[in-house]
């Protein structure tokens, strides 16, 4: 078990490194993760949440979030990138964007690129699961930081570190979904590692995950629906 809990602790350090190289875990300071940094779809309505949603909001109205606004059973929507199930929402975003289908795959594959296919959070604990191996640390708010991107909207990265539980489980997380007060989230983007700081820097990949009980029709339905 030891052995196994460091394997996936290696896995998840040299993760973090090669994503930081290409396509990392992390919404930074330029703008690619952020609501309309990147363009998939939520689940939000289009009025003044809306405005929100697309990253224009004032400092004031940023509220702190507990780690229960993400709790639950997590799946990655990577596989289904891979696999072919999201095709329809990057045609539709071919026909809406101002990149080709193809293009779009290129842009998510690197966003949603993790080898993490499930994470757990209940309490203070989070689960990272690679397979059937998986590692474990308790977390406690760390703040959030407010971030500007080059097109001139903003985003939120809500950052917990780590208080105890495996030694090889990253020493922060952070959240990105859009959402700037308490609220029960739909799905994030989530970002992992040791260095706070460069983690608020990364803007290429942004592992996505959504309920682990919705099936691939059904998170494309979510995503189509805006």
Known sequence: MQKTIKKLGYALSVSSALLFAGQALSEGTS???TSSGHDHAQSHSHDA???VYEGYFEDDQVKPRALSDW???????????VDGTLDPVLADKAKHGDKSAGEYRAYYDAGYKTDIDRIAIEGSNVTFFRGKESISGNYETDGHEILTYKKGNRGVRYVFKKTGGDGTAPQFIQFSDHIITPEKAGHYHLYWGNDRAALLKEVTNWPTYYPSHLNGKQIVDEMLAH
């Open 31 to 33: 703008g690619a993760q």
């Open 71 to 81: 709790e639950g059973d997590w799946q990655s929507v990577y596989p289904y990138l």
């Open 49 to 51: 949440k809306g405005s």
